[in-house]
């Protein structure tokens, strides 16, 4: 059982930095955490680089965050959307006494505040009403984790989580809601949980949730002391020679662009075939983000399904005006240039002769 720290932080800012560039997979231009340290304890997290200690070992209990929340969200622009997403599961069982999470939700609904909350956790349904509450005035959606849905496999991979199924049928309440539902397969593990075979389960089951998107990426190894920790996990699993990982990664933090494209074609190709959207659907923030943003993340994720599907040029074009677009310095005559430019230009303000 994890130890739990009450902490006031007054001088820590309750939010990061606004993001350089959008997130593609969470729409954020913020994220925050509501915990340190999480008693879920997944192996594969890269949160364990953080700290010396264990990171289910102690949770710190931030008892002053909405209160350095509440005096931070006038600065923020209501088009910005904030993403409950970084470092620990913000619905653990610390949620149960403490119920920061909820403090943080109650202020997003006062002031109208665009959010996403990433959870593992059922816990969440007992927010649902709130959750309800901002998707009515601004956005909020939910985002959960899954990996498998072997329990043998899952349980040995984040035991201390709830079961894939608990996770389908949280989403699928959510759902029932009118509450907007992603699933993120984070991380694909290569040798794990990454053959045809399990993609395709994964996918089939978010189809048969009606899940609004689903986003993936690949395990992130930051340095040599999570490598070790990976290579620990590998050994429990299988017999899985680290020269395994190191033909993949070769000594990156991420894997080789080879092994990304085989594996992101495998993942398009199947959400087309199952009418999954590989990213969150423009129909879900519409209207509610601001102009910039919204522009950016059309123009973020057709550049994704552009380098997949083999148009680098254009891939690079649409990634390169996402960003301009995002930060305000972009030139009408280069909007022009992406097949968008009919979306673009009416949301950006931008008339037919610009």
């Not at 264990?54 to 005096?71: C, G, K, S, Y």
């Not at 984790?145 to 984040?158: I, Q, S």
């Not at 254009?314 to 909007?335: F, P, S």
Request: proline residues 8%; neutral net charge.
């Amino acid at each position: 059982m994890a130890y739990y720290q009450r902490e006031l932080a007054p001088n820590l800012p309750p939010l990061s930095a606004r993001r350089p560039l959008i997130n593609e997979y969470f729409l954020s231009a913020y994220t925050m955490s509501i915990y340190t340290g999480c008693e879920l304890g997944c192996p594969y997290c890269d949160s364990w680089v953080y700290s010396e200690r264990p990171l289910n070992e102690t949770i710190a209990i931030p008892v002053d965050l909405p209160q350095r929340l509440a005096a931070a969200l006038p600065a923020i622009d209501r088009g910005d959307l904030i993403a409950i997403s970084a470092l620990s599961d913000p619905y653990q069982p610390a949620e149960q006494t403490y119920r920061i999470t909820r403090q943080v939700l109650q202020l997003f609904a006062e002031h109208n505040q665009p959010c996403l909350v990433m959870t593992k956790s059922p816990l969440i349904l007992e927010d649902r009403a709130l959750l309800q509450k901002i998707n009515e005035q601004s956005l909020a959606i939910v985002v959960t984790t899954l990996l498998t849905l072997d329990h043998h496999l899952a349980v040995r991979l984040e035991g201390r989580a709830p079961s894939p199924q608990l996770r389908l049928e949280m989403v699928a309440e959510l759902k029932r809601a009118g509450i907007p539902v992603g699933v993120a397969i984070l991380p694909i593990m290569p040798y794990i949980n990454d053959s045809n075979l399990n993609l395709r389960r994964v996918l089939h089951a978010c189809a048969e949730a009606e899940v609004d998107f689903v986003v993936w990426d690949y395990l992130h190894i930051p340095n040599e002391r999570h490598r070790h920790r990976i290579n620990v996990l590998l050994s429990q699993l299988g017999s899985y020679p680290p020269r395994y990982y190191r033909d993949i990664y070769r000594d990156q933090a991420t894997v080789n662009p080879v092994y990304r494209h085989d594996r992101d074609h495998e993942l398009l190709a199947r959400c087309d075939e199952m009418g999954l959207a590989p990213r969150a659907p423009h129909r879900l923030f519409a209207g509610k983000l601001s102009s910039r943003n919204e522009a950016a993340l059309l123009l973020r994720h057709a550049a994704f399904r552009d380098r997949v599907q083999g148009r680098e040029r254009l891939a690079q074009l649409h990634r390169e005006l996402a960003d301009a677009v995002y930060r305000g310095r972009y030139r009408a005559a280069d909007l022009r240039q992406s097949p968008l430019y009919p979306t673009l230009g009416p949301l950006l303000g931008l008339s037919a002769t610009t």
